[in-house]
T-cell receptor, first 113, second 112 residues
Framework: QKEVEQNSGPLSVPEGAIASLNCTYS??????FFWYRQYSGKSPELIMFIYSNGDKEDGRFTAQLNKASQYVSLLIRDSQPSDSATYLC?????????????FGKGTKLSVKP | DVKVTQSSRYLVKRTGEKVFLECVQDMDHENMFWYRQDPGLGLRLIYF???????EKGDIPEGYSVSREKKERFSLILESASTNQTSMYLCACRDTYTDTQYFGPGTRLTVL
């Protein structure tokens, strides 16, 4: 069973701090990973994806991938109250349905002013 | 940017009613998906379609069917709604070059 594990939180950080969200996955063959943000009552929206080991930066967001440890993380620098949301990690299920994503259950982030 | 629309944001139906949820995408993507999302259970795949008139069951297809008569439109049908189908329903389409999925705004369905 392919799985994605995330700490459900809530993770609480003060405004301006770095928020660190983590995800482990079971499929060693996974090549790409996605981070989605979901505000309460809304649908998931893509923040970024990463394909290769190392870091990928996009504005205040940095995704980090370590394939050997089967671990992917998302760092949010200078956290803002508007970053308060649930963050979902996902990777493609290549061996199953045609390209559906396997999602973690999400980590709820709360940024306190 | 990919735009995915869903026919209703909120829907209230009675037990036993037939319910249609519509999803439309504007990017000519072949793959489309229906998920439901429940607290504590995360996103679960109901059905997906990889082309017009082509469909496959996901992880929880029982009580649902789908229709894809045109490439841009993917419909989810609840043949006889039950209270345990009260949920948030999310449609998505997939960019095959990046594997990225783009979601519609969701339909919050309540079955009374």
């Amino acid at each position: 069973q392919k799985e994605v594990e995330q700490n459900s939180g809530p993770l609480s950080v003060p405004e301006g701090a770095i928020a660190s969200l983590n995800c482990t996955y079971s499929d060693r063959g996974s090549q790409s990973f996605f981070w989605y943000r979901q505000y309460s009552g809304k649908s998931p929206e893509l923040i970024m994806f990463i394909y290769s080991n190392g870091d990928k930066e996009d504005g205040r967001f940095t995704a980090q991938l370590n394939k050997a440890s089967q671990y992917v993380s998302l760092l949010i620098r200078d956290s803002q109250p508007s970053d308060s949301a649930t963050y979902l990690c996902a990777y493609p299920n290549y061996g199953g349905s045609q390209g559906n994503l396997i999602f973690g259950k999400g980590t709820k982030l709360s940024v306190k002013p | 940017d990919v735009k995915v629309t869903q026919s209703s944001r909120y829907l209230v139906k009675r037990t036993g009613e037939k319910v249609f949820l519509e999803c439309v995408q504007d990017m000519d993507h072949e793959n489309m998906f229906w998920y439901r999302q429940d607290p504590g259970l995360g996103l679960r795949l109901i059905y997906f379609s990889y082309d017009v008139k082509m469909k496959e069951k996901g992880d929880i297809p029982e009580g649902y069917s789908v229709s894809r008569e045109k490439k841009e439109r993917f419909s989810l049908i609840l043949e006889s709604a039950s209270t345990n189908q009260t949920s948030m329903y999310l449609c998505a389409c997939r960019d095959t070059y990046t594997d990225t999925q783009y979601f519609g705004p969701g339909t919050r369905l309540t079955v009374l």
